[in-house]
């Protein structure tokens, strides 16, 4: 991997801890040289993790729909900046821009772009790492839920082991390099479209 995109929020969120975290990943990125390709805000957490990558040296990629830029949301001072016309295209240059993917804390933006990017790893439209970062237990309800959806029938366990699940950014990255794309075409019928 030399790029991973993050996705969170635009709010900076109720706790200090979801700043540390955001520079915490953005340390540990560094670490194992992984680009930032993101959002391409300056509020919130999106700002927190773009403004440390590139503190440290790093390189940052941002994507911003133009709708956006004219609201003055758009960071200017990125080693990259794509202004594109709408969401469609800035979630899929993001995905092409990328060679994994990470959900931090956030809210409904961010869960759509979890949600399309596990959906779409599910169907086998891409074999890119996916994971959850789980500052501070944000996540543990989604993960119940997820738990439960399997225990209704309604998503299969290989499928939900898809998504790499952890609370420390260093651990997070060493499972994201070490995935294994699995041959998810033989897991797929009529029951899981």
């Known amino acids: 991997m030399k790029s991973i995109c993050v996705y969170c929020g635009s709010s900076k969120g109720s706790s200090e801890v979801y700043g540390i975290a955001a520079r915490q990943l953005a340390a540990s990125m560094l670490k194992y040289q992984l680009s930032l390709v993101y959002g391409g805000g300056n ?3 999106m700002g927190i993790i773009a403004d440390e990558v590139m503190h440290l040296g790093g390189h940052v990629t941002g994507v911003i729909p133009q709708a956006l830029m004219d609201k003055e949301v758009g960071h200017v001072n990125l080693s990259e900046l794509h202004i594109v016309r ?3 295209e800035r979630k899929a240059l993001m995905a092409e821009l990328s060679d994994g993917f990470i959900a931090m804390p956030g809210g409904i933006g961010t869960l759509e772009e979890l949600f399309e990017m596990f959906t779409w790893l599910q169907l086998g439209f891409h074999e890119k790492p996916l994971g959850l970062l789980n500052v501070n237990g944000f996540y543990d309800s989604l993960i119940l839920f997820l738990k439960q959806t399997v225990q209704k029938h309604f998503l299969k366990q290989e499928h939900l082991n898809l998504l790499i699940i952890e ?4 651990r997070l990255l060493q499972r994201l390099n070490e995935f294994t794309p699995p041959h998810l075409n033989k897991w797929l019928n009529k029951d899981d479209i």
């Open 43 to 45: 509020v919130g957490l």
């Open 86 to 88: 709408n969401m469609h």
């Open 167 to 170: 609370s420390d950014p260093d």
